[in-house]
């Protein structure tokens, strides 16, 4: 056991008028399985660029462990998966590895496979058990889930709940409840360590919103009666000190010398009363610095003519000369949420495209509904770019409505400003789903939504579908998301 020390961290990007964090101080134990929490754009990543040395920082970072991240940077994907792992870590005895195989049911011919024709989900699996061999380092782990099927998600949970030694950034509750034991979360105005894992966390963090949010009536009178007694002291002040310069009520002469020395000892006094209520201010305003915002989203989904909105029977996909997905049968209809669920590479993806309108080869048959109106929010972020204001106009969508969804989303003001392909992964995807919201459409279909997204985030989202029952198709891999919002599952 040794301890990581973060004392007075402060640091911003080149160019950036705004600190990521701002003198921030806590300390970690390195036998920890640590949840990474804290909404889009906060700086977790950062944090772990941080701890790796990448960037200059004021105060200070000591630890006796080395720092490993995940996902590791495979330069040459063409290697067998065995050279890679040699890279990462080559100090490793080959019953070792296939040991942290077993334990992540991959086979073990891939080893002697190229890396590049090992699936995502398997990628990622090789990469943690190379990490997890060397011994005294700490594994920084970003994100692993984002390239994983719930079925793969379970199993790499039940592996890390085997290890100690990381820190893990999830977003995904049921995921970060089977393998952690601590929660290090970014909050608005500070960073905190708490013992337990993401549902303990959650039920401590509601106890202590709901408690500042009941006192929130009580400091706006407090803040209030303060602030009016601090006005009235400086008005008393400046009173006695106009009384040098004229003469008071009876038109007498005053004792400029009595009055100035009077005014100055009252002016002393109420600056100091009014240091002390201005500080009785700032001390009640801190007590609701971390109420996260979390307001209602919207939705103005439109009504079908019919009650069936897609049916396929039958239809395989033919995907880059592969069959991506095979026979596949089901309905849509008016209100439904679905969910397709089903292992990486099963098709989901290529039947959403289908649905869409894409142009993709298939056989069977695909019946959409006539002037159907589609809204449609893809995996893919790369294609972002530009400006908010832009965006919107190009999509033809409102840009107040736009941007008031992603202020509710948690985005800042200062953050409209930049081009949207300097946004962290999460920002990104809201802005996807952001535009969704804002399409009149009788069917959304959506997949893979959340990755990046954070746990807030995907609440208010939640509550939205929930409350406003669109009809959806949709792909998800986080269980506590599709277990509330699904009202059909269909298996490929």
């Known amino acids: 056991m040794s301890l990581i020390n973060v004392t007075n961290l402060t640091f911003a990007y080149d160019g950036s008028y705004d600190n990521i964090f701002e003198n921030v101080s806590f300390q970690l134990d390195t036998d920890w399985k640590l949840g990474f929490t804290g909404r889009n754009g906060r700086g977790k990543t950062t944090f772990l660029h941080l701890l790796l040395g990448k960037y200059e920082y004021s105060g200070s970072i000591s630890a006796h462990v080395s720092f490993e991240y995940f996902p590791f940077h495979v330069a040459d994907k063409e290697k067998n998966t065995l050279d890679v792992i040699s890279d990462i870590y080559s100090d490793y005895q080959l019953w070792e590895i296939m040991r942290e195989l077993s334990l992540l049911k991959v086979a073990d011919d891939v080893l002697y496979r190229p890396f590049s024709s090992l699936s995502n989900g398997e990628q990622t699996k090789v990469m943690l058990a190379a990490l997890f061999l060397k011994e005294h380092s700490f594994l920084l782990i970003d994100e692993p889930t984002n390239h994983l099927d719930m079925e793969a998600r379970q199993l790499v949970s039940e592996y890390l709940s085997t290890k100690r030694g990381f820190i893990l950034v999830s977003h995904d509750r049921a995921f970060l409840d089977n393998c952690v034991d ?6 608005k105005t500070n960073i905190e360590v708490q013992k337990g894992n993401f549902s303990d966390w959650w039920e401590n963090k509601q106890r202590q919103d709901h408690y500042e949010l009941a006192e929130n009536e009580k400091l706006r009178k407090d803040i ?10 400086s008005n008393w002040s400046h009173e006695v000190e106009k009384t040098k310069n004229g003469t008071r009520n009876s038109g ?35 007590l609701l610095r971390n109420v996260e915002s979390s307001e209602e989203l919207k939705i103005s989904p439109l009504a079908y003519h019919k009650n069936q909105l897609v049916e396929l029977e039958h239809v395989t996909v033919d995907y880059s000369g592969k069959k991506a997905a095979t026979d596949i049968s089901f309905t849509v209809e008016q209100g439904e949420r679905v969910a397709l669920t089903g292992k990486n590479g099963s098709g989901k993806s290529s039947i959403l495209k289908l649905i869409c309108g894409q142009d993709l080869h298939y056989t069977g ?12 929010v893809s995996q893919d972020t790369s294609h972002l770019q530009g400006n908010l204001t832009d965006y919107a106009r190009n999509h033809g969508i409102d840009e107040s409505l736009f941007k008031a969804i992603l202020r509710k989303l948690d985005f800042s003001r200062i953050q409209f400003e930049k081009d949207i392909a300097s946004f962290s992964g999460g920002q990104k995807k809201k802005v996807l789903i952001a535009k ?57």
């Open 224 to 233: 209030k009666r303060l602030s009016e007694a601090a006005k009235r002291t």
């Open 436 to 492: 969704s919201l804002c399409e009149k459409a009788h069917l959304y279909i959506w997949d893979e939504p959340l990755n990046f997204i954070d746990i807030i985030s995907r609440m208010q989202i939640e509550e939205l579908l929930l409350e406003y029952a669109p009809t959806m198709l949709f792909v998800e891999h986080d269980r506590e998301f599709g277990h509330n919002i699904a009202t059909k599952v269909i298996e490929l």
């Open 252 to 286: 007498s002469k005053v004792d400029k010398g009595y009055i100035g020395h009077k005014a100055a000892k009252m002016m002393k006094r109420s600056k100091s009363i009014e240091q002390r209520q201005q500080a009785a201010i700032e001390d009640k305003s801190q």
């Open 365 to 376: 048959t695909l019946r959409r509904g006539s002037q159907l109106k589609i809204s449609y």
């Open 182 to 187: 601590h929660i290090l979360s970014i909050n």
